[in-house]
């Protein structure tokens, strides 16, 4: 193994900002959790499958976003830069498309879908009623997606930082002002969060394009020739993205089937594991901003011709990705019951969830090492196989899961120690896949 003379320091400065305009994101999703805790256990509840329903179809757009993110990166390395722009463009293009196709999916298709998979009515209302208003969101939410894969390819992200933080903010003051109905405003309850959340997204998104026009020199990119479509080229970024789309959707959308099955067990299990999902996205925010780094790095060296140093990046970065998750989930064990008091102040919600803590922080650390694993295959352009990889790998979480809460009644502590069998699978089948060099013959 080749050692890259890509530092720590450099994998540092390129995920960095990732990490901390994710941090900002998952202030949104801190904030609602928290806000919906005093609501009640119905809003909590509700807010969780709704919520979940709408990340799993945004992973389309994600994943559409990471396969232009990786080609950007390797015209990067091969300095080919006036196609960076091609690629952008040819990205937004798709993406407005298929937002409408999730819109009406979102807005239309829940009923339909969430009516035969949820048992509680009160959950299924308070979800549809909270769809119906974030379905508006996904036009401004796939625009920053698009912004985003540019400047992670460019490996230029602190404005992905500046981003996030207007989104945070935004959202934060408009979930109290709406859900509470403060300063003069009607009280919306779950309808308020999710109506803070599209107003939040529109306002990065005008920031991306303010912040893009005053400080980014586009015309070294041709950013903005949108007269230069091709449907050649939307079809070369569609062979590395589809797999990725399938992949990030399919990611999320047996993580929403998690909680379908947690609702079996009952109102107050799907609102701890709703506030235990909150918690658990703060641990995993170090594994985003490396696992986006290591997409965008190993592509850069490949296109550099550099195909030896990767597995020496790889390495680098699953060490700082797995002493990151380790520092947070450390400050959390030592005090699990007034973590869960940031989220609630129900009792009962507070004993059964402290416990929950100790099994999700596990997870984590095994889906540090995994993800970045899972990320070097498709930094390599092997997007099918890490795709493979992810479905291998979920079908087993959903049988241990279905058989854990359905055969077996488990209760809701045995039903999260799935994401350790996720993390663990994750981690051995991604390693074996990049020991054996295989990815080595590469052509995007």
């Known amino acids: ?11 540092w400065l390129v995920a960095y900002p990732i990490i901390l305009g994710s941090i900002a994101q998952n202030l949104i999703n801190f904030t609602d959790t928290a806000f919906l805790g005093r609501v009640g256990e119905i809003a ?8 979940l329903f709408y990340l799993a179809v945004i992973m389309l757009g994600l994943g559409f976003g990471i396969g232009a993110q990786i080609i950007i990166a390797r015209r990067l390395g091969q300095g080919r830069l006036k196609e960076i722009g091609e690629v952008v463009i040819h990205t937004i293009i798709f993406l407005t498309f298929l937002a409408v196709i999730v819109f009406l999916l979102l807005k239309y ?13 009160a959950i299924y209302n308070g979800s549809i009623d909270f769809l119906k208003i974030r379905a508006f969101g996904i036009f401004f939410a796939f625009i920053n997606i698009a912004f985003r894969s540019f400047y992670v390819g460019i490996a230029k992200t602190k404005v992905i930082t500046y ?7 935004v959202n934060i003051f408009l979930d109290y002002v709406l859900i509470f109905g403060k300063m003069g405003m009607p009280e919306m309850g779950i309808r308020g969060a999710a109506l803070a959340s599209v107003i939040a997204e529109i306002s990065a998104m005008l920031y991306f394009i303010i912040y893009t026009i005053a400080k980014v020199d586009y015309r070294k990119y041709d950013l903005f020739c949108f007269s230069r479509f091709r449907l050649k080229k939307l079809m070369k970024i569609f062979n590395i993205s589809i797999p990725m789309m399938v992949q990030q959707f399919v990611s999320l959308a047996v993580w ?24 658990y996205v703060i641990a995993m925010v170090p594994i985003w901003g490396f696992a986006t780094a290591t997409n965008t790095l190993t592509s850069y060296l490949i296109g550099m011709k550099r195909h030896d140093e990767v597995p020496s990046l790889i390495y680098k970065i699953a060490v700082l990705s797995f002493f990151g998750v380790l520092f947070i989930v450390s400050m959390g064990l030592f005090s699990p019951r007034m973590i869960m008091e940031i ?10 969830g402290a416990p929950i803590l100790y099994v999700v922080s596990l997870g984590a650390l095994f889906l540090s090492v995994g993800f970045v694993l899972l990320n070097g295959v498709s930094g390599t352009g092997k997007t099918n196989i ?21 055969e077996f009644n488990t209760d809701i502590i045995g039903a999260w120690t799935s994401e350790i069998v996720y993390g663990f699978l994750l981690s051995i089948v991604s390693w074996m896949y990049l020991k054996s060099n295989r990815w080595l013959k590469i052509n995007i």
Not at 1 to 11: A, L, Q, S
Not at 109 to 121: Q, R
Not at 256 to 279: D, P, Y
Not at 386 to 406: D, Q
């Open 109 to 121: 298709g829940s009923v339909i879908i969430l009516k035969y998979t949820i048992d509680s009515t």
């Open 1 to 11: 193994m080749t050692k890259t003379n890509i530092t720590y320091n450099r994998i």
């Open 256 to 279: 929403f089937v998690f909680f379908l099955f947690v609702e079996k067990i009952g109102e107050m299990a799907l609102a701890v594991s709703n506030i235990i999902r909150s918690v």
């Open 386 to 406: 890490s795709l493979t990889i992810e479905l291998a790998v979920l079908a087993v979480y959903v049988i241990y899961t279905y058989v854990l809460i359905i």
């Open 163 to 169: 981003t996030t933080i207007v989104l945070a903010a």
């Open 343 to 352: 989220y609630t102040n129900q009792k009962d919600l507070i004993e059964v």
């Open 44 to 51: 909590l509840g509700a807010g969780a499958i709704g919520g």
